[in-house]
């Protein structure tokens, strides 16, 4: 499988943005997806998972009420709904699948990972 993440950019403090990973080649037998991300000098950090059947879905703290994943089956896509950006969300994202550890926050447990997009948040 190939993760595909998209739709990063450079956004004002306020704003919202949706961030978009296709997957392509096997899209099936996934238990789970989530976003981490990475900022400069840091590791990278759970920010949203969710179980591949939606029952399930978790959230970083400094996210929580902010941030939405959402999976399009149809069209092999999983996005994050970004609301209210501020400038610790300024980081790079990536999107990963597991097939075993349904909505988990360790990224450990995701074998599938697509490359970073960025996402800068200044005024």
């Known amino acids: 499988v190939q993760l595909q993440a998209s739709g990063g950019g450079l956004e004002q403090p306020g704003d919202s943005l949706t961030l978009s990973c296709l997957a392509s080649?096997?899209?099936?037998?996934?238990?789970?997806m989530a976003w981490f991300r990475q900022a400069p000098g840091k590791e990278r950090e759970f920010v949203a998972a969710?179980?591949?059947?939606?029952?399930?879905?978790y959230y970083s703290d400094s996210v929580r009420g902010r941030f939405v994943i959402s999976r399009d089956e149809a069209n092999n896509m999983v996005y994050l709904q970004m609301n209210n950006l501020n400038a610790d969300d300024t980081a790079a994202y990536y999107c990963?699948?597991?097939?075993?550890?349904?909505?988990?926050?360790?990224?450990?447990?995701?074998?599938?990972w697509g490359q970073g997009t960025q996402v800068t948040v200044s005024s």
């Open positions: 969710r179980s591949w059947s939606g029952l399930s879905q």
């Open positions: 990963a699948l597991n097939t075993g550890a349904g909505s988990s926050r360790y990224r450990s447990t995701y074998a599938y």
């Open positions: 080649g096997r899209t099936s037998g996934f238990a789970g």
